[in-house]
């Protein structure tokens, strides 16, 4: 289902008319890989309406367009024929049609530093309470029935958080390259923007005296905290495509469904992030600009993560002086994280 490219030959060209001729070639690419991808989906869709009105002939069910029963009987056919073979093909080709949005989610999620500079929780104005950092649990007083086991987890929990808030829920968006249905992966996105967000959340301020109010998540902190969570995905660019066939192959009712609404949260999460590329450009020329000048280029971003993991560190060891013992198992865990 590929299409072929054609590179048109030509000779004694001057650098300039070949990056034009490049420019062009991968533009009429672009054009034919757009046009064929909605052939294929109409064809498939088409495919799936056949075979819908085939089962409802048979059996003789009268469904309105608008039941919803109907909208289950086109998932279940859709997941029936989206998989394997056609799932790899029509995975490919979403992916070439996403091409450049996935080579520039790649860049900005591999730039730690732009990371922290264009998508940290103090830039996307995350509330404090929503940002699993330890200094800000300090403000609220610690359960008195839960202060012995507060004190157990605590080192072991502000490592972990450190080096990653929201890990779990991280690990957990990976997963829906395992899914090929489109729904069971819309399905896979509303957990974790909606139970898995909130888990953590729970987990984190588990042994703290706050409000419940204050661990309600509203829309806007939502957006900002998924925005946060798919640029540290990492090595996931693709998520763009995986987006895209689940918004090219749902029944229409889902369409209108609260389901849908975090599609579209992910999906206006990942234009944002693409469009953090542009910044990335701008702050590389910079540096350049500035090493060729003999100027002092900008400073590095701060490690935030590893300068909270040495703080944890030494507060380890001070309290070990203090107690006289000897090193634990924690203490081998965190000699381990050293780089």
Not at 128 to 152: L, S, T, W
Not at 196 to 203: P, R
């Amino acid at each position: 289902m590929r299409n072929q490219r054609v590179f048109l030959k030509s000779f004694n060209q001057d650098e300039n008319n070949y990056d034009q001729d490049q420019h062009m070639m991968a533009a009429d690419t672009q054009v034919m890989t757009k046009h064929s991808v909605g052939v294929l989906k109409q064809e498939i869709n088409s495919f799936i309406q056949c075979i819908l009105t085939c089962i409802l002939k048979f059996y003789h069910i009268r469904l309105s367009r608008t039941d919803i029963k109907r909208d289950l009987l086109v998932n279940m056919v859709t997941n029936l024929i989206v998989k394997d073979e056609i799932y790899f093909i029509l995975f490919s080709m979403y992916s070439e049609l996403n091409a450049e949005n996935i080579k520039k989610m790649t860049a900005v999620q591999a730039n730690k530093a732009a990371l922290d500079k264009f998508l940290s929780f103090e830039v996307l104005n995350v509330n404090k309470e929503f940002r699993i950092d330890p200094a800000v649990r300090k403000i609220y007083p610690v359960k008195e029935q839960e202060v012995e086991n507060f004190k157990r987890a605590e080192q072991e929990e502000d490592l972990r958080l450190c080096m990653q808030p929201y890990c779990h829920v991280i690990d957990r968006m990976r997963r829906l390259e395992e899914i090929e249905s489109p729904m069971i992966k819309l399905e896979h996105i509303y957990k974790c923007c909606t139970e898995e967000i909130q888990v953590a959340l729970d987990s984190f301020w588990q042994y703290h005296e706050i409000p419940h109010k204050k661990l309600q998540v509203d829309v806007d902190n939502l957006q900002a905290i998924i925005v946060y969570l798919l640029s540290r995905l990492g090595d996931f660019p693709t998520i763009l495509t995986h987006l895209s066939l689940i918004e090219n192959f749902l029944p229409e009712a889902v369409q209108l469904s609260n389901r849908a609404f975090y599609l579209a949260l992910m999906q206006s999460s990942c234009e944002y992030i693409v469009n953090q590329y542009e910044n990335i450009e701008k702050m590389e020329e910079e540096m350049k600009q500035a090493e060729g000048t003999g100027k002092k280029a900008p400073a590095k971003v701060e490690n935030k993560s590893m300068s909270n993991i040495e703080r944890i560190k030494q507060k380890q060891n001070a309290e070990r002086s203090r107690t006289g013992q000897g090193s634990s198992g924690m203490h081998s865990t965190l000699s381990g994280t050293e780089t």
